[in-house]
């Protein structure tokens, strides 16, 4: 721990002698031009005193109204101590605390003789007010989004979880950021292994300091080498909290606006939350969609070159006619052709990120539109193949999470590449190395692939297809939770009659 | 003694029926057409009640023994040194198998789909998955089992559309001529239903000990189905003077069956069956490793893994194999898996019930 | 040190798996291919005559297609001349129809010349096996601006003919089951060139052997379906009800009718040291066309009577025919190998000539269902 501090404070005690504090003070935070130190006196006590406090990290309104004010005009405490109306007080005696308080936005009060300090809560930075998530918009649900605070994200979480067995473990990661990154889960619901796990992992990390999610999970994950990711990250608080009332931990990490959910399986992901606001028949076939659209990504346009290049005999004839004549302007084989217009979109996809909004859309207008037309016009691409590219864009767009996204357009490469050297053969070993790496992969000692292979009957509710509501009467199998009866009779009504 | 992980009921159905139907798919017709005429239907039901004696043989013996497999038993009762040449005789065994399923997947790879492609190329490639997941053991095999059935289960539609095109008529007379080209074609069934002996490996890490007997049945008996179903539909497609004529019946009939949007079938049925033939593959060399990591006693069965991967790429490297061998292999093993997985097991339970009764116990 | 092992092995086999797959011998891209669509074999001067047609894949070229030709030993082993004369390497792995010239009928097993068919997996064996009479020359120049191209054309017409069973259709599968089978003998579509214009002239008979017979006309071929009992509902027949023939460009007593439902009972049995063959068909027809006058809706049992006598008199006419020539191209030979195996196998040798001696028994049983939206 030590190694990481720039100073090398011992576990000194405060003395009781306000000068040699706030000496000490300007000693530990040099050039620091936001640290305010604000001599005054205590009207109760007489005591003269001072209150250190960081200019930006600090509600001014209620630094003023509840700490000074009171400090300076009030008496009658009955007790004869300092009055204030601030509602957190924490007496601190080492140097240790008081100079973390301090940088997380306390503000600390020094009074002459005595040899404990306090921290007062009047933080008050600056955050982002409360929007719809931009990743992961819905048409019927919730339009809140986390913010950048971990305390906030967690009061929305506990908005949709009225219940006393939510719990929440804190712990401080990063010696330079001290960050705290929360624990939620379900304390008779959740599989204590998970949580003893997460917790071991969380406090085993050493770093400077955490700047998002995506870090922590690198951390955390079984198999970060891996393509597939192995934990959901959802800007939701729905959505965090109906996989809390599945059996599974949620992770805050304070100033990033995503969660973290553990552990995961493949089909989690492709779950989002309107599936459940909607009608189960919709839900199902947008469900059954979404998989469809997965495959198609990852296999589409290997399988075009492969057609192309081994086994052309499999197109239908007419097709044959018009695929043959249009590849004959070409002058690249077909795997060239593929990679030229692959690489072309994404780097679209990525211009298109970097840009300002209004911007964007033209600059995906240009590119989509007028190169791709440009493009097959001057005899450079076949425009099979930019449907076959575009196509495949689409699908992997319809996939709700990123880092699954993100996943599956690096595996169409491989695949592309396997296609063209080996035809169907390629394509095949391809498809049969994911769905090992699918098998094999463990989210925290579950299983990847539930409840595909090992076979669990019982999800298959909310796989392909998502069953009317009422019948999803237990908690998920995969999640191994331990009290899984999660709705009775959710339509008495009808039992009634 | 490492912990096994469990393999729930279906996964020990699907194991075993996905091994036995592997390879055995595509011959099965043929074999019977040659051997038995249009009356080969027939053998598949005496190769049921073999395959299903055997079965209760097996259970029997495996009750022996229920936390540990075939090995141990066997080290129990013998001594060490002979449970070592037992593991020395299983490797080779299943090496054989395993060899066997590399060399047909490939050759038929190599004649239908990639016919310049060097035939070692093609094992390169197959090795790659096999090393990946036959590492993790039969719970891996076992989820990976099940999703090649799932992925399957459009194959019996394919055929079945066949059947507008049926001449029933080619089944009638039922035995035409008499049993005997029925009763001794019942050797040649004998290798279609090889993969009960993955329960001499596969029994303790079944989580229902108990319904061990009649999920064997039920293994057996769904690749019995799938045997007849293909044969029958064989038999009433192709006339019985011409049927001896097809080296691989089952994919000349996928080579007449024509959709709207998409024109020749066989070209994705076949690369598709890769998945189905990986059933044999894996398992044999999961065993293999496992073998040659108890005869030699230390190294990680990963790195057994690898070296017999490299091994059997070599030898393809050295020896190419025709199809006239393939046949051959295939013969050979009717016999090889007869005294392997039939005859064996009713040796040993044999052995052990008579040292139970001499109150011979237990050897350490 | 672990993850230094699995990165130099990653490293290592992918630069092996690049430098194997640099072998990839089998790719061949559709742009470099010639894909022959039709394939055509007749004999010139005694030497056998093979004929391609392949599309041409180039948006400035006029001429949809290319034709190729000369003399070969075998379809195989006259590749290297074929590959002479298009650009790309040729495949045999999308023919349409194959086009059998009647001089190559003439000879016996001449299909052991479509071997290579069978024996490379990766042809296909669904081409239609068409017969023509005439120069093969005809149908390869054949140039027509308002058709389709030659091999997509022939393959059209032979699929819709034979579905309303003008022709049958016979794929290189199909011949290869009807010759290898002892208990029937094949069948195949025939075409002509008539006006300058491709079209279907019915069903051609060959021998066990491969050998031509004779030649049926569409409604010939329609019977030869219902007695196959592969006729689909919707097959149309034509028949004169009186003899009231007139001197008029058309005959007024035809009567059109088209069928429903048909059920066709063959049984065989053996009497007599020859085979008996007893078919009843059954089916409810609607009638069509009618120019005579002839009231139906009181008498329609009497013109089902007729049509029913007219029928089996054809049917009668064309099992006779085919007698006469000793083929068996419905396929009684499957209900004699199945009930009668024994008997049948004494004969299997020669099945034809048996069927020749066999004794047939017709009965027809039309029942009028409708008459259409006029009396």
Not at chain 1, 260 to 268: D, E, G, H, K, R
Not at chain 1, 447 to 468: G, H
Not at chain 2, 157 to 179: C, D, M, Q, R, V
């Amino acid at each position: 721990m030590d190694e990481h501090s720039a100073t090398n404070t011992k576990e000194e005690n405060i003395t009781k002698s306000l000068n040699e504090s706030i000496g000490r003070i300007e000693e530990i935070f040099t050039n620091t031009p936001d640290l305010i130190i604000r001599k005054l006196c205590i009207k109760q006590t007489g005591e003269p005193a001072a209150i250190i406090y960081m200019e930006e990290l600090t509600d001014k309104a209620s630094l003023n109204q509840n700490v000074l004010a009171p400090l300076q005009l009030e008496t009658g405490n009955p007790s004869g101590d300092f009055i204030t109306t601030v509602g957190y007080v924490k007496p601190h005696s080492t140097w240790e605390e008081l100079r973390l308080s301090i940088i997380l936005g306390y503000s600390v009060l020094f009074i002459d003789g005595r040899s404990t300090a306090y921290a007062l809560d009047t933080k008050g930075f600056p955050q982002r007010a409360i929007e719809d998530p931009q990743q992961e918009p819905s048409l019927k649900g919730a339009h809140q989004g986390f913010i950048e605070t971990g305390s906030q994200n967690i009061a929305m979480i506990r908005r949709y979880i009225a219940d006393k067995e939510l719990k929440v473990k804190r712990y401080i990661v990063g010696q330079r950021g001290q960050t705290p990154v929360s624990l939620l889960y379900l304390e008779d619901v959740t599989q204590p292994d998970i949580i003893k796990a997460l917790e071991e992992r969380i406090q085993s990390i050493d770093v400077d300091t955490i700047i998002n999610t995506g870090e922590l999970a690198e951390f955390i994950e079984d198999q970060p080498l891996a393509l597939l990711p192995q934990m959901i990250t959802t800007e939701r608080p729905d959505t965090a909290a109906s996989q809390i009332l599945q059996g599974r931990c949620v992770i805050v990490v304070d100033g990033s606006p995503s969660v973290l959910v553990a552990p995961a399986t493949f089909m989690s992901f492709f779950q989002t939350v309107d599936d459940y606001s909607s009608r189960w028949s919709i839900s199902s076939f947008l469900r059954m969609l979404r998989i469809f659209a997965f495959f198609i990504a990852i296999f589409l346009p290997g399988f075009f070159i492969a057609v192309i290049s081994f086994h052309f005999e499999i197109i239908p004839l007419k097709l044959l006619l018009t695929l043959g004549e249009s590849r004959g302007q070409v002058p690249f084989p077909p795997f060239v052709e593929a990679i030229i217009m692959e690489i072309t979109l994404e780097m679209l996809r990525e211009a298109g990120v970097r840009l300002p909004a209004p911007v964007g859309q033209t600059v995906g207008i240009v590119g989509g539109i007028v190169i791709g037309q440009a493009v097959v016009q001057a005899g450079l691409i076949s425009n099979v193949m930019v449907i076959v590219v575009a196509f495949t864009a689409i699908s992997s767009f319809i996939i709700p999470n990123q880092d699954m996204m993100a996943a599956v357009r690096i595996m169409r490469f491989m695949m592309m590449i396997l296609a063209s050297w080996f035809g169907f053969v390629g394509l095949v070993i391809g498809m049969m190395s994911f769905i090992i790496r699918l098998i094999t992969l463990n989210s925290l000692g579950n299983s990847y692939s539930t409840p595909i292979a090992p076979f669990r009957a019982m999800d298959w509710k909310d796989t392909l297809l998502r069953v009317p509501l009422w019948m999803m009467n237990n908690r998920p199998v995969s999640t191994k939770s331990r009290q899984s009866i999660r709705q009775g009779k959710s339509r008495g009504w009808k039992e009634k009659k | 003694m490492k912990s096994l992980r469990p393999v729930t009921m279906l996964q020990f159905i699907l194991i075993i029926s996905s091994f036995q139907i592997s390879v055995a798919f595509l011959s099965i017709p043929r074999e019977l057409a040659r051997h038995a005429g249009t009356d080969g239907w027939m053998v598949i039901f005496l190769g049921w009640g073999l395959a299903t004696v055997s079965s209760v043989v097996i259970v029997k013996l495996m009750k022996h023994s229920p936390d540990s497999s075939i090995l141990e038993l066997i080290q129990r009762y013998t001594g060490v040194w002979a449970a070592k040449v037992a593991a020395f005789i299983f490797m080779i065994y299943y090496l054989l198998l395993a060899y066997d399923g590399y060399m047909i997947a490939s050759l038929v790879i190599k004649l239908w789909l990639l016919p310049s492609t060097y035939i070692y190329i093609l094992v390169l490639l197959l090795l790659i998955p096999t090393f990946q997941i036959a590492q993790h053991g039969f719970q891996a095999i076992g989820r990976h089992s099940e999703i090649v059935t799932m992925l399957s289960i459009w194959i019996p539609f394919i055929y079945i559309s066949t059947l507008s095109n049926a001449h029933w008529l080619y089944l009638l007379p039922i035995l035409k001529e008499g049993w005997l080209p029925i009763l001794s074609s019942v050797k040649f069934m004998i290798y279609p239903m090889l993969g009960i002996g993955l329960v001499l490996f596969l029994y303790p890490q079944l989580v229902n000990k108990e319904k061990a007997l009649p999920a064997m049945i039920i293994s057996n008996t769904l690749t019995c189905i799938v045997y007849l179903g293909i044969t029958l539909i064989c038999y009433v497609y192709f006339s019985p003077d011409e049927i001896g004529e097809y080296n691989d019946p089952v994919i000349s009939i996928m080579k007449s069956v024509e959709f709207q949007f998409i024109e020749r079938v066989e070209v994705v049925f076949i690369a598709f069956y890769l998945f189905v033939f990986s059933c044999i593959w894996i398992p044999s060399m999961y065993l293999v490793s496992r073998c040659s990591a108890s005869l030699v006693g230390k190294g990680q069965e990963r790195y057994h893994l690898a070296v017999w991967c490299i091994v059997i790429e070599i030898s393809f490297i050295l020896y190419r194999p025709s199809v006239i061998e393939s046949t051959q292999m295939n013969y050979a093993l009717n016999y090889i898996g007869f005294m392997m997985e039939f005859a064996l097991p009713v040796g040993i339970l044999l052995y052990v019930a008579i040292r139970k009764k001499m109150g011979g116990g237990q050897r350490t | 040190m672990r993850w230094v092992g699995k990165f130099i092995i990653s490293v290592v086999s992918c630069i092996l798996l690049v430098a194997v797959a640099g072998c990839a011998n089998d790719k061949t891209n559709l742009e470099d291919a010639t894909v022959p669509l039709a394939l055509g074999l007749d004999v010139k001067d005694k030497k056998l005559h093979y004929y391609i047609s392949a599309p041409v894949f180039s948006k400035d070229i006029q001429k949809k297609s290319r034709e190729g030709g000369g003399v070969a030993e075998g379809l195989r082993q006259s590749r290297n001349h074929q590959d002479a004369q298009f650009p790309g390497s040729l495949a045999g792995r999308n023919f349409q129809v194959i086009i059998v010239g009647k001089q190559l009928l003439q000879y016996k097993d001449w299909f052991k010349v479509l071997d290579v068919m069978f024996r490379d997996p990766r042809n296909t064996i669904t081409d239609r096996i068409i017969a023509f009479d005439g120069p093969m020359e005809d149908i390869f120049n054949f140039q027509a601006k308002d058709q389709p191209p030659l091999p997509l054309f022939i393959k059209a017409i032979v699929d819709s003919g034979s579905r309303s069973s003008a022709t049958v259709k016979t794929t290189a599968q199909e011949l290869h089951r009807q010759l290898y089978d002892r208990a029937m003998t094949p069948s195949i579509s025939e075409i002509k060139i008539e006006n300058n214009k491709i079209m279907l002239k019915g069903t051609t008979l060959l021998s066990r052997k491969g050998e031509y017979r004779t030649s049926l006309t569409y409604q010939e071929t329609s019977l030869l379906h219902i007695l196959k009992n592969e006729a689909k509902p919707g097959v149309s027949l034509t028949f004169p009800v009186d003899d009231l023939q007139q001197s008029l460009p058309f005959n007024i007593d035809n009567v059109s009718f088209s069928l429903g439902d048909i059920s066709v009972k063959t049984k065989s049995s053996h009497e007599n040291g020859r085979f008996q063959f007893n078919i009843k068909v059954k089916s409810i027809v609607s009638i069509t066309e009618k120019f005579l006058e002839f009231e139906l809706l009181g008498n329609s049992e009497e013109m089902a009577n007729k049509l029913s006598k007219e029928m089996k008199k054809s049917m009668e006419a064309l099992i006779k025919k085919c007698q006469n020539y000793n083929i068996d191209p419905f396929g009684y030979g499957f209900y004699a190998r199945a009930y009668q195996y024994p008997l049948y196998k004494e004969a299997q040798a020669d099945w034809g000539k048996e069927l020749s001696r066999a004794h047939f028994d017709v009965e027809v049983d039309l029942r009028i269902g409708a008459t259409g939206a006029v009396e």
